[in-house]
């Protein structure tokens, strides 16, 4: 059964930086592409950056620059590091297999001013 379990959300100020962890179980993870989403309030979900299963990223515009996605095939894990966060970055942030249908519960990232 996919399971996919994000952690490392929190409250943080605006400039200030926050890790998201997403620990992948039940498929291959090593042969997968991943990525992380995010939906803030009254907003539809929204795609934020993805990673191949050889590690090449791709980013949304807003977020370029700022945040970078990898991945730890020994770990199951992908990550996101995220930097220079701004107010309009607070949502609830989501990883994702591509071409599966599964998602975990999310995170929250909330950035203050």
């Known amino acids: 059964q996919v399971q996919l379990v994000e952690s490392g959300g929190g409250l943080v100020q605006a400039g200030g930086s926050l890790r998201l962890s997403c620990a992948a179980y039940?498929?291959?993870?090593?042969?997968?592409?991943m990525g992380w989403y995010r939906q803030a309030p009254g907003k539809q979900r929204e795609f934020v950056a993805h990673?191949?299963?050889?590690?090449?990223?791709n980013y949304a515009d807003s977020i370029k620059g700022r945040f970078t996605i990898s991945r730890d095939n020994a770990k199951n894990t992908v990550y996101l590091q995220m930097n220079s966060l701004k107010p309009e970055d607070t949502a609830v942030y989501y990883c994702?297999?591509?071409?599966?249908?599964?998602w975990g519960q999310g995170t929250q990232v909330t950035v203050s001013s």
């Open positions: 994702h297999r591509l071409g599966g249908t599964s």
């Open positions: 039940g498929f291959r993870f090593s042969i997968s592409a």
């Open positions: 990673i191949s299963s050889r590690s090449s990223p």
